[in-house]
């Protein structure tokens, strides 16, 4: 199992690197053919091909200067093959977004939920749900 958190903490490291680098086709290499993502806003995309034509569009505009990071991480292990992975991320560099209220000088926080799978060319996304972080109003939870 060691090895196997090994190869995922490889794999959501090039996913940040391929994020940072905008090569959104590299990124979206990551998920499978048929993969399931729901973003930030709810949308559910279906495939590869959806993400990636969502992900290059968005990196165009308010995305193009962003740069993200993962703060914490965990892999819970399904199976020998199949493991769920939670990503604590923080957005940095965020241009204005008009279907969206503005956020804390250009960051943003939230967490991905992939549920990833060993496949013959190694670890790939096949759900991913990701979820803004969102300070409500009035005192901290203890």
Not at 1 to 6: D, G, P
Not at 17 to 44: C, I, Q, T
């Amino acid at each position: 199992m060691q090895n196997a958190t090994r190869e995922i903490d490889t794999v959501l490291d090039t996913l940040i690197e391929h994020w940072n680098g905008h090569a959104m086709p590299s990124y979206a290499s990551l998920w499978v053919e048929d993969a399931d993502f729901v973003n930030v806003l709810g949308r559910r995309l279906r495939g590869r091909a959806e993400l990636l034509a969502e992900l290059q569009f968005l990196h165009q505009g308010p995305f193009r200067s962003t740069q993200v990071a993962i703060l914490e991480r965990s892999v819970r292990f399904l199976s020998t093959e199949v493991d769920v992975v939670h990503a604590i991320w923080e957005m940095k560099g965020v241009g204005p977004m008009p279907w969206a209220a503005a956020h804390n000088n250009g960051e943003r926080r939230g967490v991905f939920t992939h549920v990833i799978e060993q496949r013959p060319e190694g670890w790939r996304f096949i759900a991913s749900q990701n979820t803004e972080t969102v300070a409500l109003p009035g005192p901290s939870p203890v």
